[in-house]
């Protein structure tokens, strides 16, 4: 997504806002004004058909949700052995304080404490990570 924004030198939230414009004129063509062309393997295609909806798992969407997986992931490989445990039984194994500290011979509340702390290194970390792209 960097490379297409640097490409067309605009900024994140501006080209946003051109793939909602382009989603919305979707909706104003009629199904007679449809553009048909041939594609790379001389197919007839439908221009409409073509945009995607803004809902719709795109390309786009698709790499940011990587990015964001693999920061995610990235994040919780390096916690410490125990809280990275702690996140993994508490968010993988459903698993609830109360278990998850007596599985670890600590009290319910420092699992909570601990949970809390993460979390919110986290959501700065992510915050830290989203406005550097």
Do not use: W
């Amino acid at each position: 997504m960097s490379e297409i924004i640097d490409k067309l030198q605009v900024t994140p939230d501006k080209f946003q806002k051109y793939l909602a414009a382009v989603s919305s004129a979707k909706s104003l063509i009629s199904v007679n004004d449809s553009i048909l062309y041939l594609n790379d393997e001389d197919e007839i295609v439908n221009l409409v058909e073509e945009i995607p909806e803004p809902d719709e798992d795109n390309f786009l969407n698709v790499a940011i949700e990587n990015e964001q997986t693999e920061f995610l992931i990235s994040y919780l490989e390096n916690l410490e052995e125990k809280n990275r445990l702690i996140m993994i039984l508490y968010y993988y194994e459903d698993r609830t304080f109360k278990e998850i500290g007596a599985d670890l011979g600590i009290s319910e509340s420092r699992v909570c404490q601990i949970h809390t702390k993460i979390i919110k290194e986290l959501r700065e970390k992510f915050k830290g990570f989203l406005n550097a792209k």
